[in-house]
């Protein structure tokens, strides 16, 4: 059984950076794709940024030009880089890996960790 281990969230200021990490326990290179998605209380999680096996990247309008997601297969993590957070940046972030053996898909998430973005 996999699992993904976020950390990194914090409590910062308006115009400010954290970085997120995402570690797996498993090999990362075997995913087909690892994602960042965020969730607000009585909200759906979005997808925020995304990143395949063959480091293909897509974000969500909302952060392009300040998320960068990146991958050190080598540790077995997955960055997600935010820079000029905003307070609707406001989330609790997963991070979330699927993968095929076989026919079979396999879903994981990890527990989550919470921005705050806020003066």
């Known amino acids: 059984q996999v699992q993904l281990v976020e950390s990194g969230g914090d409590l910062v200021q308006p115009g400010g950076s954290l970085r997120l990490s995402c570690a797996a326990s498993g090999n990362i290179a075997s995913f087909l794709v690892v994602g960042w998605y965020r969730q607000t209380p009585g909200n759906q999680r979005e997808l925020v940024a995304s990143?395949?096996?063959?480091?293909?990247?897509n974000y969500v309008d909302s952060v392009k030009g300040r998320f960068t997601i990146s991958r050190d297969n080598a540790k077995n993590t997955v960055y997600l880089q935010m820079n000029s957070l905003k307070p609707e940046d406001t989330a609790v972030y997963y991070c979330n890996a699927i993968r095929y053996v076989a026919l079979r898909r396999d879903t994981y998430w990890g527990q989550g960790t919470q921005v705050t973005v806020s003066s």
């Open positions: 990143i395949t096996a063959g480091s293909d990247v």
